[in-house]
């Protein structure tokens, strides 16, 4: 006899269904996983409509299309670099009048089509940038709504302070975090541009949040956090005592302070 729920992993050979219209397969990082949304992107993206709009129409309906594609499962998977390249050469081939069996002029580069207009492009929003904006939705959630049941969730099994949370494990949310670390290698610290929320101060980290200003405490005074015994010590915790209380030794004065 088969039960039902055998197809969910229990028999560790199958783990596939549908959540809220999303397919959530067992490896979301596969080209297959992929296939319904560039399907989907191909139906919309119709030979038909190259051969019924001018470029302007091709124009607006590739603006149109981003903004009703698969947001949803975007927003959660971090989609594979070959997925995307993939969407964005159909993109492109719509947008100079082809398909995947033509071979067009191309018109404009599709550099220009996705810079800015500030830029001199065509304001086009790319797919890379659509995606990762979208993942890191959820960090900003995590960092100002610690009162939702998001923060709850993570919290429970990451801990209370970003900071502290692992990127090494092969689970989604420290797939979001590997990109927040991308981004700071490449000069832009998304988390220094988010202000979190003090409330009571009881799950706010005296010295690993940005509560008091654009840096942490750790980084702004490093010799300090040295001295700290503990490190996720909250911000009520803190200001409830002498500040050198949970030091390993008073601080000494000149670099110390």
Known sequence: MTWPWSRYCVNGFEYQFKYLGVKVE??????????????????WLSKWKVKTLSIGGRLT??????????????????????????????????????????????????????ASKEKGGLGVLSFHALNRALLLKWVWRFISQDGSMWFRVISTLCGDSISSHSIHSSSNWCSILC?????????????SHCIRRIG????????????????????AFPRLFALEMNKQISVADKMAMSLQS???????????Q
């Open 26 to 43: 067992e490896c979301m990082s596969r080209h297959k996983a992929w296939d319904d949304v560039i399907l989907k992107l191909r139906s």
């Open 61 to 114: 309906l590739l603006k149109l299309v981003l903004g009703a594609s698969s947001l949803y499962t975007m927003s959660i998977f971090k989609v594979p670099l070959c997925v995307l390249k993939d969407m964005e050469s159909i993109q492109n081939r719509f947008f100079n009048g082809g398909d995947s069996s033509d071979k067009k002029i191309t018109w404009v580069a599709w550099d220009k089509v996705l």
């Open 179 to 191: 990109e927040v670390q991308v981004l700071k290698s490449k000069g832009f610290d998304f988390l």
């Open 200 to 219: 009571d101060c009881n799950s706010t980290c005296f010295w690993l949040d940005a509560w008091k200003g654009d840096k942490i405490f750790r980084e």
């Open 246 to 256: 949970t030091f390993r030794r008073p601080a000494r004065s000149g670099s110390e």
